[in-house]
C-alpha cells in the first residue's frame, strides 16, 4: 500500500518570503500522480498543483512550484512571494497511474499548518 | 455550474441516531468518492463509487452506508451514530479516463458531531 508522509505538523514564514513543504511517500508502482491541495478555514479543498510520476519537469503554477524528486521519493511544494491568502492547511496526495476501482482513490498525509506572518 | 455539492453542512446527533448525508455532482462524472477528516489523520476513504450501481469499500467502511441510485448523486449513511463518526465529511468526484489526470474534485464538506 501507498504511503504519504509529511513530518512537519506546522510551519511559518514571513510575508513575501518563500517556504518550502516537505512531501515523501512511498511506493512500488511508476506510474503515478501527485498533488498537494490546499485547505483554508473554509474547509474547501482547492488543488494547488500537480505532477506526473513520468515527467520529469517539476510542475509549476504561478507562485507555487514542486521539486520532484522521483528516486528520493520527495515532492515539496514552494511558495514564492507569501501573501497571507496562502495561510491555510495543505495536504499532500498521491494516486495511482491505475485508474480503477480503489486505485483511484486520493492518498492523503496528515497535512501541515502553514501560517503568513504579516 | 455548481460542481460538487453537499447537504447538510453542519449536524450534530445523540448517539444511535440516524443520519444520511447527500453529495451531488452536476459533471457527469463517473466516479465518486466519501472521506472523512480527522485531525492529524489528513483525509480517509470512506466508500466510493465507479459508476450508477456501484459501490465500494474504502479504508474505513465500518459503521457507514452508501449508495448510488443516479450518477449525480452519492449518499453517506450512518445507521447508528457514534462518538467516533465525529469528523468532518468530504464527497468527491472525477471522470474517469486514461489521458487525464483524472482531477477531484471536492465538495465544501459536512462538520458531523455525535454527542
Known amino acids: 500500500a501507498q504511503t504519504v508522509t509529511q513530518s512537519q505538523p506546522e510551519m511559518s514564514v514571513q510575508e513575501a518570503e518563500t517556504v518550502t513543504l516537505s512531501c515523501t511517500y512511498d511506493?512500488?508502482?511508476?506510474?503515478?500522480?501527485l498533488f498537494w491541495y490546499k485547505q483554508p478555514p473554509s474547509r474547501q479543498m482547492i488543488l494547488v498543483i500537480r505532477?506526473?510520476?513520468?515527467?520529469?519537469q517539476n510542475a509549476t503554477e504561478n507562485r507555487f512550484s514542486v521539486n520532484f524528486q522521483k528516486a528520493a521519493k520527495s515532492f515539496s511544494l514552494k511558495i514564492s512571494d507569501s501573501q497571507l491568502g496562502d495561510a491555510a492547511m495543505y495536504f499532500c496526495?498521491?494516486?495511482?497511474?491505475?485508474?480503477?476501482?480503489?486505485?483511484?482513490?486520493?492518498?492523503f498525509g496528515k497535512g501541515i499548518t502553514l501560517s503568513v506572518r504579516p | 455550474n455548481a460542481g460538487v455539492t453537499q447537504t447538510p453542512k453542519f449536524r450534530v446527533l445523540k448517539t444511535g441516531q440516524s443520519m444520511t448525508l447527500l453529495c451531488a455532482q452536476d459533471?457527469?462524472?463517473?466516479?465518486m468518492y466519501w472521506y472523512r477528516q480527522d485531525p492529524g489523520m489528513g483525509l480517509r476513504l470512506i466508500h466510493y463509487?465507479?459508476?450508477?450501481?456501484?459501490?465500494a469499500k474504502g479504508e474505513v467502511p465500518d459503521g457507514y452506508n452508501v449508495s448510488r441510485l443516479k450518477k449525480q448523486n452519492f449518499l453517506l449513511g450512518l445507521e447508528s451514530a457514534a462518538p467516533s463518526q465525529t469528523s468532518v465529511y468530504f464527497c468527491?468526484?472525477?471522470?474517469?479516463?486514461?489521458?487525464?489526470?483524472?482531477?477531484?474534485?471536492f465538495g465544501p464538506g459536512t462538520r458531523l458531531t455525535v454527542l
Open positions: 468527491a468526484s472525477s471522470i474517469h479516463g486514461r489521458k487525464s489526470y483524472n482531477e477531484q474534485f
Open positions: 511506493t512500488s508502482e511508476s506510474d503515478y500522480y
Open positions: 505532477q506526473e510520476a513520468y515527467k520529469q
Open positions: 496526495a498521491y494516486r495511482s497511474g491505475v485508474l480503477t476501482g480503489a486505485n483511484s482513490k486520493l492518498t
Open positions: 459533471m457527469n462524472h463517473e466516479y
Open positions: 463509487s465507479v459508476g450508477e450501481g456501484t459501490t
